[in-house]
């Protein structure tokens, strides 16, 4: 890193969803730049906050320019944009759904217009993509100077799948919030939940969870372990909702069909739903 870069603070921005939009990659921003904050006080860090709607949100200050979801020319004008701010490095999150065009193709021309090294962390890699899901992440692995990944199994895929090189991948694992243990015994109880093993899914919801594949799976192990309860709790994804509508209920209710006699508590068998 040349000395002009290293006498000033590093310009860092983030390109992802933000709060107060609601999904886990605006989540997961907001607490990276949180975390980059703290760490590196003296760094200036922004986000670019990608829109899905004409309307936008109520961002906090950090979120300095924002990305029509859909607009093409809207990803040309935010690497001018970057350009201009004179970033040293690009944090961009990637996520399929989250960038417009097909497989979120229109992200390629802002990475190419960038003059900062860019670091892409990718929170899905799938192993079977479409020709175009793997064509756009390929060239999102070309462009960036690393690939972050949360698994060994996603570092894997880039390279065999994606043909991402294997010293450009890094793996860092997601991790979560630093909260102090403690006992559960009178949290279950004020629940209502005492002398139950709960099996936990929450935040937001879509077909991409696994919950399906959880309540094909809860029947043989409850008939072995009546003491386990599955506890759902959240919604169904904003984005999900809009496109397929509430589809939660119908999927939770087919947890009802399990006997009801192999749990105690919850009359509806070894499920809950708040």
């Known amino acids: 890193m040349d000395t002009e870069v290293m006498a000033r603070p590093l310009a860092i921005a983030i390109i992802g969803n933000h709060p107060p939009r609601r999904c886990g990659i605006a ?37 300095a320019h924002t990305i029509a979801q859909h607009d093409p020319t809207s990803y040309r004008r935010a690497a001018h944009w970057l350009n201009a701010r004179a970033s040293d490095i690009v944090l961009l999150q990637h996520e ?10 229109y992200v390629l021309p802002l990475l190419r217009g960038l003059r900062a090294p ?48 294997g010293e450009k991948i890094a793996l860092i694992h997601h991790g979560i919030p630093d909260l102090p243990a403690s006992d559960t015994g009178p949290h279950k109880t004020a629940l209502g939940l005492a002398g139950r093993q709960i099996l936990l899914t929450f935040g937001l919801l879509s077909p ?14 409850v008939a072995r372990h009546p003491e386990v309860l599955y506890l759902v709790h959240g919604a169904t994804h904003p984005q999900v909702k ?4 509430e589809s939660l209920p119908g999927t939770l209710a087919r947890a009802r ?7 105690a508590g919850p009359p509806h068998g070894p499920f809950r739903h708040p």
Do not use: N
């Open 27 to 63: 989540t997961f921003t907001a607490d990276l730049a949180d975390a980059l904050t703290a760490v590196a006080p003296r760094c200036a860090v922004c986000v670019v906050a990608l829109d899905d709607s004409a309307s936008g949100y109520p961002y906090p200050d950090r979120v």
């Open 96 to 105: 399929y759904g989250i960038f417009g065009g097909v497989a979120g193709e």
């Open 118 to 165: 860019i670091v892409t962390t990718c929170h899905t890699v799938l192993a079977r993509p479409d020709p175009a899901q793997r064509r756009v992440l390929a060239a999102i692995g070309r462009l960036s100077a690393r690939v972050i990944v949360m698994s060994e199994r996603g570092a894997t895929l880039l390279r065999e799948v994606y043909g991402v090189p």
């Open 208 to 221: 991409g969870k696994g919950l399906s594949a959880v309540l094909r799976a809860l029947p043989p192990v």
């Open 242 to 245: 809009a496109q397929q509508g």
């Open 257 to 263: 069909t399990y006997p009801r006699d192999r749990a």
